[in-house]
Nanobody, 127 residues
Framework: QVQLVEFGGGLVQAGGSLRLSCAAS????????MGWFRQAPGKEREFVAA????????YYEDSVKGRFTISRDNAKIMVYLQMNSLKPEDTAVYYC????????????????????WGQGTLVTVSS
């Protein structure tokens, strides 16, 4: 079992940057694929980015490609989401997730299950 805690959310102006962090704990935490999801007000939760447990492959939702970068440090069991060129439509609660199979995160839809979720951290982008 893996436990996840996100931090680093906050208020930022459009065009600015923010880095989210996710601390994972558990005996096998470093062996999980990790991902970030977000849920904007009044909308369903959606996939944002994912990274394999080795860090060798990354995947992004189209609207964040070229702006967001997911990375991980398995020595610290941390996952990061660097968000640049932020837009007001990026405003959402961002959730860290872990799963044994990375493609399940990329194909996740509301109602689906993943191995673990964090509690979420709010990102607000002002115009």
């Amino acid at each position: 079992q893996v436990q996840l805690v996100e931090f680093g959310g906050g208020l930022v102006q459009a065009g600015g940057s923010l880095r989210l962090s996710c601390a994972a704990s558990g005996r096998t935490a470093s062996r999980y694929a990790m991902g970030w999801f977000r849920q904007a007000p009044g909308k369903e939760r959606e996939f944002v980015a994912a990274i394999t447990w080795t860090g060798s492959n990354t995947y992004y939702e189209d609207s964040v490609k070229g702006r967001f970068t997911i990375s991980r440090d398995n020595a610290k069991i941390m996952v990061y989401l660097q968000m640049n060129s932020l837009k007001p439509e990026d405003t959402a609660v961002y959730y860290c997730a872990a799963n044994g199979i990375v493609t399940m995160m990329m194909n996740w839809r509301p109602g689906g299950t993943l191995d673990a979720w964090g509690q979420g951290t709010l990102v607000t982008v002002s115009s």
